[in-house]
Every structure is written in C-alpha cells, then in structure tokens.
C-alpha cells in the first residue's frame, strides 16, 4: 500500500516570489509520482509527473519537482507565482510495478497567492 | 479532441435513493477510473476499469458499483445513499492506465439530504 503526506494544508505566498508545495510519500514498492492542480469547480488537471529517469521533472504553467528517493519525496516549486496560481496541488503516487492500483492521492495544498 | 465528459454535472438526492452517474472518457481510451472527493477523506480511489472489466476496487462498501460498455463509456452507481455520500465524483480516464497521465472530468456533484 501507498501513502501521501501534503505537509502543509495551506500556503500563502505573495506573487512573483517563489514557492515550493512539499510531498513526501512511503511505499514499499516502486511508484511513478504525479502532481495535479485542481481550479474551484474544475476537475484535477495534470503539471508533471515522474516515471523515471532525470530527477528534475518539468511541468507546465512553469512548475517543477524534484523526485528524492533517500528522502521519498517530490516537492513541486516554481521560481515567481501569479495570481492565476491560486488554486488547489495534489500529489499523488501510483504503483510502478504494474497492476490497476488506482492514484492514492495527498490531502492537497491550498496555495493561496496575496497581491 | 473533446475531454472527458461527466454528466450530470449536479444531483440532489435524499437518503435511501439510488444515483447513476455517467462518464465519457477521452476517444481511444479504454481505462476509466473513479474517484469520490470529500474535504474530510479527500480524494479517493473507488474502482477502474479497462475492457469492461473491473481490475481494481478501492475500501468502499459494495453500495457503490461501476460497470463499463464496449465503447469505453462508465457509469457508477451508489444504492441506499447515505449523508456521507455527498461528495464530487470524479472520473478519469488514460490509454492503457498504469503510469499512463489520467485526463480528468469535471466531476458530478451529489449531495444527499
């Protein structure tokens, strides 16, 4: 079985300074990790994901996460926020092993972007 | 290409009832995914399926049930709704499932008085 920890349910910020959303997980097998931004009254869309590879992964809407396997974490940053960043992150990690395991998701962080 | 589409957008239903709730996934997608959303559990796996057939279930009572059609589309059904089943369902779905990115609806959502 998988886990998530959102470390913070909410983060305020102010806009164009950076901001960095922490995620740390635990599984006792392989997983690919993701990261979803959610808009009120919208579903969840994807910025990035992990699979393998290159440990910095890149996103969209200028979003980033670094995939930490000693410290089983994947924290998403971004240099300079917006307004239109206001919204809710998800992380979520799913088994890499194969199989039809569903996404077992965080808690979320509100991030909250103060002019 | 159109998105995944979940219909109906809002329900209202009273305690004891019965709810079928439809999604369209994405053309050439056959894994569709299921989640309930609620700000006391979050978001939670209900159940997935690929070909019509069920591969996976997540922790919820036998209440809640999907099916899916030869032509990708699902639905859910929740029987004899209780409060706590208010909530956003959400639907996903991807090409194969496993690793591959899940496209998500807007969700439907219930609320049980």
């Known amino acids: 079985a998988q886990s998530v920890t959102q470390l913070d349910s909410q983060v305020p910020v102010f806009e164009e300074a950076p901001v960095e959303l922490r995620c740390n997980y635990s599984?006792?097998?392989?997983?690919?990790l993701f990261w979803y931004v959610q808009y009120p009254n919208q579903g969840l869309q994807l910025l990035l994901k992990?699979?393998?590879?290159?440990?910095l992964v890149k996103g969209i809407n200028g979003f980033e996460a670094e995939f930490n396997k000693s410290q089983t974490s994947f924290h998403l940053r971004k240099p300079s926020v917006h307004i239109s960043d206001t919204a809710e992150y998800f992380c979520?990690?799913?088994?890499?092993?194969?199989?039809?395991?569903?996404?077992?998701f965080g808690k979320g962080t509100h991030l909250i972007i103060q002019p | 290409k159109a998105g995944v589409t979940q219909t109906p957008r809002y329900l209202i239903k009273t305690r004891g009832q019965q709810v079928t709730l439809s999604c369209s996934p994405i053309?050439?997608?056959?894994?569709v995914s299921w989640y309930q959303q609620t700000p006391g559990q979050g978001l939670q796996f209900l159940f997935e399926?690929?070909?019509?057939?069920?591969?996976n279930k997540g922790n919820f009572p036998g209440r809640f049930s999907g099916r899916q059609f030869s032509n990708s589309r699902s639905e859910m059904n929740v029987s004899t709704l209780e409060l706590g089943d208010s909530a956003l369902y959400l639907c996903?779905?991807?090409?194969?499932?496993?690793?591959?990115?899940?496209?998500f609806g807007p969700g439907t959502r219930l609320t049980v008085t």
């Open positions: 053309s050439g997608h056959r894994s």
């Open positions: 399926y690929f070909s019509e057939t069920q591969r």
């Open positions: 996903a779905s991807s090409l194969i499932g496993q690793g591959a990115e899940q496209y």
């Open positions: 979520a990690v799913s088994p890499s092993g194969g199989g039809a395991d569903g996404l077992t």
């Open positions: 599984s006792s097998v392989s997983v690919y």
């Open positions: 992990y699979l393998s590879g290159s440990t």
